[in-house]
């Protein structure tokens, strides 16, 4: 890494002495259709314009996927008033409670599936699809299933009532995982949903529209369109729709934000991040390393709480890159259907396009770029984990989410040093702070300005943990009781 390494600090054995067998996960089982439409309305329908999904891994297009215009998203906003003021609105809790539950146990029936195709579609590790995203997805609707009758405990004393019509917008980084994470508060609180995959990975939506339709949930209380950017504004600038809750780039929140300026639409938005993992010199610095890795190759780094901001002390940062750097040499690069591989496919060429022109800008402001050597297959979307040392707070690279397995280190000396530079950012999503002093570790916590902060770990959710931003990294809480907040008026 171009840095003085103390020889003296000993190797850690990460099984990089090990070959892996090949350990395919078989997708043979998995049946994906020719065509992909909409759910609206309880129905499956067919649009003109299509667009096709790519798997990232191969470059081949899996399918073709229906683009709804603004006739379609009128159509679903339709069926979802008319499933709100019908029906969904004057169900008990308890009988809601019921749906959601019977859908959190239907992914769980299907999980393996669902795991096999998001990996496909998006380019995740099987390992993380079946061990993180489609489990955390059953319990978010699980979770939420039983807020559903309990909504008076939720605000004690107040009246609550649900909005009408959700207008959702999810990313294609945990395509399941957000869809349940704006599906379930929505449903559990009385709303009924309009929602809009990411373009690049359609698929685990609709399967999920497979469930809802067999769990016999009313038609039109969730509806899913597919589609591109114009799509998802086509849900956000229709009149009849009450609420937004969108989770994608800080470029798209602004504009979201000023075209429902003037409106009553109430509005979350949960965007980007530049998380800091903040590691003191009385840390257990082999725990650390993982947590730096798990951090920033997590999914690609395609996190919006990624940790791609390493600040290490000084004194210890000779010891944290000499085993960083020996940790990522057994990193496995490459096919994502592997239960070996820890990180898969870029998401898309977009994607990997813009990876590669922000390390490119890594490198001409002069920070130091450190690769591995993995070894990464010919074909496919894929990028080597790489670390950026020599970086200062102003490079673009310590600023600029780069959403890819790319991770900027930064060194600092005192604790107020740490908290000024991890706060020197448009962003506050998330941080992580390692040490053995619990009372550095609550102080440093405690003056970032953050809406997670973990504390001796990295990348750990649970549906009953709200989750969001300060700054540009959004507003509005997902997870927990906070999360049903933003679907109720609260009187
Ligand atoms: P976007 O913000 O463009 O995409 C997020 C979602 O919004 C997608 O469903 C997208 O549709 C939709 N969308 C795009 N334009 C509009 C619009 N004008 N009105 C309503 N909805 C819209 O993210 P990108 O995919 O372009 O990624 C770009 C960068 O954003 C990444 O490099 C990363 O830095 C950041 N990002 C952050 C995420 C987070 O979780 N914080 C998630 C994803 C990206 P479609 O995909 O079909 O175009």
């Known amino acids: 890494m171009g840095k003085k390494t103390d020889t003296s600090v000993r190797d850690l054995l990460f099984g990089d002495t090990w070959e892996y067998a090949p350990a395919p996960q078989s997708s043979d089982f998995v049946d994906i259709d020719d065509y992909y439409g909409h759910f609206i ?15 990232p891994a191969t470059e081949e297009p899996i399918t073709e996927v229906g683009e709804a215009d603004e006739e379609m998203v009128d159509r679903a906003v339709r069926a979802a008033r008319s499933a709100y003021d019908n029906h969904w609105s004057k169900l008990d809790g308890k009988e809601r409670a019921k749906y959601i539950y019977r859908i959190a146990r239907m992914i769980k029936e299907k999980a393996r599936d669902l795991a096999v195709v998001e990996s496909i579609d998006g380019g995740k590790p099987i390992r993380e699809s079946r061990d993180i995203d489609i489990p955390l997805a059953s319990a978010h609707f699980f979770y939420y299933a039983g807020w559903a009758d309990k909504l008076d405990y939720a605000f004690p004393g107040a009246d609550v009532q649900s909005l009408g019509v959700a207008g959702q917008i999810i990313p294609w980084n945990f395509p399941l995982l957000m869809a349940a994470w704006k599906i379930a508060p929505a449903l559990a609180t009385g709303n009924t949903v309009v929602i809009k995959p990411a373009e690049t990975t359609p698929l685990t939506a609709m ?12 038609p039109g209380v969730v509806n899913i369109v597919n589609g591109a950017g114009a799509t998802g504004a086509a849900i956000v600038e229709h009149d009849d729709v009450d609420k937004i809750a969108f989770t994608g780039s800080t470029a798209v929140g602004k504009h979201i934000q000023r075209s429902v300026a003037g409106t009553d639409k109430k509005l979350t938005l949960e965007l980007g991040g530049k998380g800091a993992n903040i590691i003191f010199d009385d840390a257990s610095i082999d725990q650390a390393v993982e947590g730096i890795v798990d951090g920033i190759f997590f999914n690609q780094g395609h996190v919006c709480c990624a940790g791609s901001r390493l600040l290490v002390q000084e004194n210890i940062e000779d010891e ?13 690069v490459g096919d994502p259907l592997d239960k070996n591989t ?5 998401n898309s060429r977009e994607q990997l396009e813009r990876i590669k ?8 402001e002069g920070a130091e770029k450190f690769q591995p050597g993995c070894s990464i297959p010919e074909t496919g979307y894929f990028f080597e984990p790489t670390v950026f040392t020599d970086v200062t707070q102003s490079h673009q690279i310590a600023q600029e989410e780069i959403f890819g397995p790319v991770l900027s280190v930064l060194t600092f000396r005192t604790p107020d040093e740490a908290i000024e530079k991890a706060n020197n950012t448009a962003y506050g999503l998330a941080c992580g702070v390692w040490s053995d002093k619990g009372s550095k570790l609550f102080r440093v916590a405690g003056a970032l300005k953050s809406g997670v902060v973990w504390g001796n770990t990295y990348n750990q959710f649970d549906p009953g943990s709200p989750f969001g931003g300060y700054k540009e990294s959004g507003f509005g809480r997902e997870g927990g009781a906070h999360g049903l907040l933003p679907y109720l008026e609260v009187r």
């Open 207 to 218: 399967m999920l529209a497979e469930i809802i339709d067999e769990a016999g949930l009313p």
């Open 342 to 346: 820890d990180v898969g496919a870029i």
């Open 357 to 364: 022109e922000l390390v490119g800008a890594g490198e001409a």
């Open 320 to 332: 944290v890159l000499k085993k960083l750097e020996h940790r990522m040499s057994s990193l496995v």
């Open 41 to 55: 309305g309880g129905e499956f329908v067919e649009s003109e314009a299509s667009f096709q999904t790519i798997n």
